[in-house]
């Protein structure tokens, strides 16, 4: 579920990154369908830069996690050129993905 619906006309960079969020959400990345469901809580670009902010809910096994976290994107002709995610607690993050 989105959070974050823009009112009127935006970047194009904003579009691309909410279309991708939009993917995740109906699951067009298998490895990820069960895991996760990302809410938009802002998004923010510029020509070259898109950054949002993201919470995420999951499950693996018995393990749960929860997380605030910032993905950065540079974007180069209407693609996501490179991608980098901040977690608020990169331990747990790395805990919960480690774990069998």
Do not use: C
Request: glycine fraction near 6%.
């Amino acid at each position: 579920m989105l959070l974050y619906e823009p009112d009127g006309e935006v970047h194009p960079n904003v579009t691309v990154v909410m279309e991708g969020h939009r993917r995740l959400e109906r699951g067009d990345m298998t490895a990820i369908e069960h895991m996760f469901s990302p809410d938009i809580v802002s998004i923010m670009a510029n020509q070259e830069y898109v950054s949002s902010v993201v919470r995420l809910a999951g499950s693996k096994g018995l393990r749960q996690f929860t997380a605030t976290v910032v993905d950065l994107m540079r974007m180069e002709s209407g693609h996501i050129a490179e991608f980098w995610r901040y977690y608020e607690d990169p331990v747990a993050a790395r805990t919960f993905f480690d774990a069998r």
